[in-house]
């Protein structure tokens, strides 16, 4: 008897540990270490002149408004198809409005366009390090173990260089992790939901989520049980996260519509060689390829095998591609 009551507390502790309030709270802490940790591009350098971080000027036309630079020889519907594609990923910019709009005037020297993206970064990945912590105590029960892989995610390289300067990359990661929240508590109706938000983060989004999310389907599918309904969900994922990749990329519908989007698939296959041979050139993809793909901690056995097939066929698709 005094072992049930031992365990019923001991469950009621580990349950507080874990709260709304405190999820909340956490939330904060890694929001302003974000900020913190993104505050150089502001008034030091700006990303949008350096090589690594040219994209950021792209993303800081969309905050501000200014229209994409026009391709010569571009007419009518295939102009959307010459733009480069860094202005379809709209997601992070979009989130980063209103911050744009609230501090031109107010912020003295600071860039405005990269302080609504900071913002905006900050968010996602404050996000992505409060669904670490609730990710990591589901699996230990150890709240320090779970915060310690949160830490260990704002200290990666990639977040204060990469996330934080006016990229986007921090809405991916963010969408990825939602995804795995969501399998690992069953809800496998969700998936089309952050496709779609996924697919608006970064179009590399729809293979990678579809690779993982099939690797884990795999890996409980059962002899007499093979879980046809989730498989279902994973299709639906898939097909949310693509179309509407394509029709933010296009703009339009009809035959022009099917036209392009054949275009960007043929487009997204010839990356396929150019990437796997371009990746042993790039020391920066080992780099990255290493913090993620290095085993971490071992996780319950379920969960490892479900796991590490997702993340070995998302792995595989990011060697394919030669991006992360």
């Known amino acids: 008897m005094s072992g049930v009551v031992g365990e019923l507390r001991r469950s009621e502790e580990r349950n507080s540990l874990v709260t709304p309030q405190r999820i909340a709270l956490l939330w904060l802490l890694f929001f302003l270490i974000c900020l913190g940790l993104g505050y150089s591009p502001l008034n030091r350098y700006d990303p949008g002149k350096l090589g690594g971080t040219s994209d950021v000027a792209q993303y800081r036309d969309i905050v501000v408004g200014r229209a994409p630079r026009r391709t010569a020889g571009?007419?009518?519907?295939?102009?959307?198809?010459?733009?480069?594609?860094?202005?379809?990923?709209?997601?992070?910019?979009?989130?980063?409005?209103?911050?744009?709009?609230?501090?031109?005037?107010?912020?003295?020297?600071?860039?405005?366009?990269?302080f609504g993206l900071l913002v905006a970064n900050a968010i996602f990945t404050a996000t992505t390090a409060c669904l670490l912590v609730a990710i990591g105590y589901r699996l230990t029960l150890d709240f320090s173990t779970a915060l310690l892989g949160a830490t260990l995610y704002l200290l990666n390289f990639c977040v204060a260089n990469l996330n934080l300067v006016g990229l986007i990359d921090s809405a991916e990661g963010c969408f990825v992790m939602v995804i795995v929240w969501s399998l690992l508590t069953g809800r496998w109706f969700l998936l089309p939901l952050w496709g779609v938000f996924g697919a608006l983060a970064k179009e590399t989004f729809a293979p990678l989520s579809a690779m993982f999310v099939f690797g884990w389907w795999i890996?409980?599918?059962?002899?007499?049980?093979?879980?046809?309904?989730?498989?279902?969900?994973?299709?639906?994922?898939?097909?949310?996260?693509?179309?509407?990749?394509?029709?933010?990329?296009?703009?339009?519908?009809?035959?022009?519509?099917?036209?392009?989007?054949?275009?960007?698939?043929?487009?997204?296959?010839?990356?396929?060689?150019?990437?796997?041979?371009?990746?042993?050139?790039?020391?920066?993809?080992?780099?990255?390829?290493?913090?993620?793909?290095?085993?971490?901690?071992?996780?319950?056995?379920?969960?490892?095998?479900?796991?590490?097939?997702?993340?070995?066929?998302?792995?595989?698709?990011?060697?394919?591609?030669?991006?992360?």
Not at 93 to 102: G, S
Not at 220 to 232: C, E, K, Y
């Open 74 to 114: 571009a007419i009518g519907a295939f102009a959307r198809l010459a733009q480069s594609e860094n202005y379809y990923r709209v997601l992070v910019p979009y989130v980063a409005k209103p911050f744009y709009w609230l501090a031109r005037g107010h912020v003295r020297t600071w860039d405005t366009a990269l």
């Open 219 to 324: 890996s409980g599918v059962q002899r007499n049980h093979l879980q046809l309904s989730r498989l279902a969900w994973v299709g639906a994922l898939g097909v949310a996260s693509i179309t509407h990749g394509n029709r933010c990329h296009v703009g339009r519908r009809g035959w022009t519509d099917l036209a392009l989007a054949v275009c960007r698939l043929h487009e997204s296959s010839g990356q396929l060689y150019c990437g796997t041979s371009r990746v042993h050139s790039r020391s920066h993809f080992w780099v990255c390829f290493y913090l993620v793909a290095a085993p971490g901690d071992p996780a319950p056995a379920p969960f490892s095998a479900a796991l590490g097939l997702g993340h070995g066929l998302g792995v595989l698709r990011s060697i394919g591609s030669g991006r992360l």
